[in-house]
């Protein structure tokens, strides 16, 4: 098993309850991986947040994976191992 | 309020013209041909412009002209597009200039029966205008010149008697010609580019506006669904519907998560107090409320009160811009502080980004030793300095001590002080910089090098490979891609359609939304195709207005820092644009928009095929 940390800021912190939460993965473990034992946890109301309706996908946002930046569209194949910690970032607009 | 026989749909068919030298007020048919090729909003006013305007003008001057322009959906039930287009030739960077509102005075100004404003001349005192419907009057303003921009709202009124009018208003930097001063309407404003002073430079204090008409669509049933499915689209998709909770702030931790949050006048982009100034802390500590334009379901803008105490403020905000702006990029961290520093902008009526930039330019010319106490007026001007920073927008907005010198932007203060302190001079164009990175984002670099205000997120949107859309590391295509966000952003704000709904509009290029909503209102059938190219006109039509003020590719560039200085920490560390990287970009984009490579401007033959034949003896 691994045990990664998720952390999450406004509106997918507010699903999740708090900035940073552990989620287990059985090995081996991919970020989707991830992503679907998060779903299985906080269900429709985090499907929501990151999920695109529209084109029947994840939403498109970064993602910090330690200290390099994914893709939520093209890497959620990558690898995840013991201690890792994903920062989920989505992209803002600006006024 | 319809004017008779408007062939197409969305339009009221009439503009209004007031002449300021004689109080002179016209009512003129818009021209069906310009609708169709220009649609409105800052594409009709461009081509207006182009033909109204000589080049090479005093943009201070009575031959400058202020247009409001309004777009077909404005005034509809359709969501987000509620904004509206102001234009003129800007006072800071010397060429044609659009900002863009939102809130409710541009559907009022259709509602009163016109789809544009045009100011032109100059009043021989202050004046305002008052449009009640068809009756239109250019009243005495004396009583108003000196007053903040909420004071002269307030007493406005009172004064017509009706608390629903909506009103434009300037500042007292707008008043005195301030190179950056914006314009104030309602809540909202039309911040850059120095807008303000124009309007200022006409002795035009503000105008008011009540309309009680109604804005007439061939069908009514197609623009309901489109409508209903735009709504949809807001609630559902994760990029929009976030906006609601925290506004335009909601992302600063993550962005500092990212690497992404500009800091210390963008010597790095990691802040170590981001805690302090987040959307969360905001929502926790100051909002009040929500707000939203017309028709609009996003919701984002927030209302802010800090009750008491040095900060005491009341504020539509804050923005995502002003966390950006005054906490990060000053590194102060304090949301109070941050409130009280938007207010006092809006109270003098200037643009905060470009105030904010200023002040961190000088904050770092002082901690290099180029600028001491002396130059100072004694403040202790260190990043960080809340006290400091509040003081230096006081003397910003009174153009006073240093503050008379901050308040011609960063690049005309660089060129003053010297001391190598333009290589860090966040601007474009002379236009300060947005809380946008393009550093790890080669579509975003080349887009605001291109752009024509300069240091805009307006004239492209780092969106794309913000969110991993599009691989930010790949250098091929990039010229297109640009362009193609230029098409999106510029049909927008033709059709004024708010940008923050982009996931719905763009974000890579003219989404089917965004065609359907113009199709929807005006009853015309366009393809993609057709869409795109009234946009590719729209943004040539402006490249030529600048063009013929003598701009070329020389002015397409971006700050020192950003082709210099990688991001020195961070998960984007060691991202940067080198020089060459930009100018290989640069013919990437301009060989993509058929331009000439030499020059960077529109060839003969793109002009032609675009139907700006008129444009050709000016700049080929």
Request: charged share 25%; glycine share 10%; aromatic share 8%.
């Given at each position: ?91 803002i607009?600006g006024g | ?246 506004g335009t702030p909601?992302n600063v ?66 923005d995502y811009e002003t966390i950006y ?110 809380g ?185």
């Amino acid at each position: 098993m691994a045990r990664v940390k998720v952390r999450t800021f406004s509106a997918i912190r507010d699903v999740l309850g708090a900035e940073v939460v552990e989620v287990e993965v059985s090995l081996p473990a991919t970020v989707d991986s991830v992503f679907q034992a998060l779903l299985m946890e906080y269900g429709e109301d985090l499907k929501k947040k990151i999920w695109d309706p529209e084109a029947g996908e994840m939403a498109p946002f970064l993602m910090r994976l330690n200290d390099e930046i994914i893709r939520s569209r093209f890497d959620s194949d990558r690898p995840i191992k013991d201690g890792d910690e994903i920062a989920i970032i989505f992209p803002i607009g600006g006024g | 309020m319809m004017a008779q026989g408007f062939k197409y749909g969305g339009y009221v068919g009439q503009l209004l013209r007031i002449n300021l030298n004689h109080k002179g007020v016209s009512k003129e048919p818009l021209r069906e041909d310009w609708a169709r090729e220009f649609v409105g909003g800052t594409g009709l006013a461009a081509r207006i412009f182009y033909e109204e305007v000589r080049p090479k003008i005093d943009p201070l001057g009575p031959e400058n002209k202020l247009i409001f322009m309004t777009g077909p959906v404005n005034g509809t039930i359709i969501p987000a597009a509620s904004r509206t287009a102001v234009c003129a030739k800007s006072p800071y960077t010397g060429s044609f200039f659009h900002s863009i509102f939102g809130g409710y005075l541009g559907p009022e100004l259709k509602f009163a029966g016109y789809d544009g404003l045009i100011v032109e001349g100059k009043g021989d005192h202050p004046v305002y205008l008052w449009i009640d419907d068809d009756r239109v009057e250019v009243r005495d303003a004396r009583h108003l010149w000196g007053k903040n921009p909420f004071e002269a709202q307030e007493i406005l009124r009172r004064e017509i008697g009706d608390e629903e009018i909506h009103i434009a208003t300037i500042g007292t930097a707008g008043e005195q010609g301030a190179p950056y001063a914006m314009i104030l309407i309602d809540i909202r404003a039309a911040g850059r580019g120095g807008i303000g002073s124009v309007m200022g430079s006409k002795n035009l204090k503000a105008i008011a506006v009540r309309g009680t008409g109604s804005v007439r669509v061939p069908n009514i049933l197609r623009v309901y669904n489109t409508a209903l499915r735009i709504n949809e689209l807001v609630a559902t998709l994760p990029a929009v519907q976030g906006l609601s909770g925290y506004g335009t702030p909601r992302n600063v931790a993550a962005m500092n998560a990212g690497g992404i949050l500009p800091t210390r006048n963008w010597q790095t982009e990691v802040f170590q107090g981001m805690k302090e100034i987040t959307g969360e802390v905001m929502r926790d500590k100051v909002v009040k409320g929500d707000r939203a334009c017309f028709a609009c379901s996003i919701n984002c803008t927030k209302y802010s009160v800090v009750p008491s105490g040095p900060y005491k403020s009341i504020i539509n905000g804050a923005d995502y811009e002003t966390i950006y702006g005054f906490g990060s990029i000053c590194e102060v961290d304090n949301i109070e502080v941050l409130c009280k520093a938007d207010e006092l902008c809006d109270h003098y009526g200037i643009d905060l980004i470009s105030t904010a930039l200023s002040i961190a330019w000088a904050m770092e010319c002082y901690e290099k030793g180029i600028l001491t106490k002396k130059d100072t007026d004694g403040i202790d001007l260190k990043f960080g300095n809340a006290a400091g920073m509040l003081l230096m927008i006081e003397k910003i907005g009174r153009r006073e001590g240093l503050g008379a010198l901050l308040a011609k932007g960063t690049r005309e203060a660089s060129r003053v002080v010297g001391k190598k302190s333009f290589r860090f001079a966040v601007q474009n164009k002379g236009l300060e910089w947005p809380g946008h990175t393009c550093r790890p984002f080669p579509a975003a670099a080349v887009g605001y090098a291109t752009g024509p205000r300069g240091g805009s997120h307006h004239d492209i949107r780092p969106t794309a490979e913000k969110s991993g859309l599009v691989d930010r590391k790949v250098l091929e295509g990039k010229g297109a891609l640009a362009a193609e966000i230029n098409h999106w952003l510029i049909l927008c704000d033709s059709m004024l359609l708010c940008h923050l709904g982009e996931p719905i509009w763009g974000p890579t290029k003219i989404s089917a939304h965004t065609v359907e909503a113009l199709n929807a209102v005006t009853g015309w059938n366009l393809s993609y195709e057709q869409a795109r190219k009234i946009a590719e006109r729209e943004w040539n039509m402006i490249r030529c207005l600048s063009a013929r003020e003598g701009f070329n590719r020389s002015d397409d560039q971006l700050p020192i820092r950003f082709m210099e200085e990688p991001i020195p920490e961070g998960p984007m560390k060691g991202s940067c644009i080198p020089k060459e990287t930009l100018e290989r970009l640069k013919d990437d984009y301009y060989s993509y928009r058929g331009w000439d490579l030499k020059t960077g401007n529109p060839t003969q033959e793109k002009l032609v095929e675009l139907g700006l034949d008129f444009a050709i003896k000016d700049i080929c």
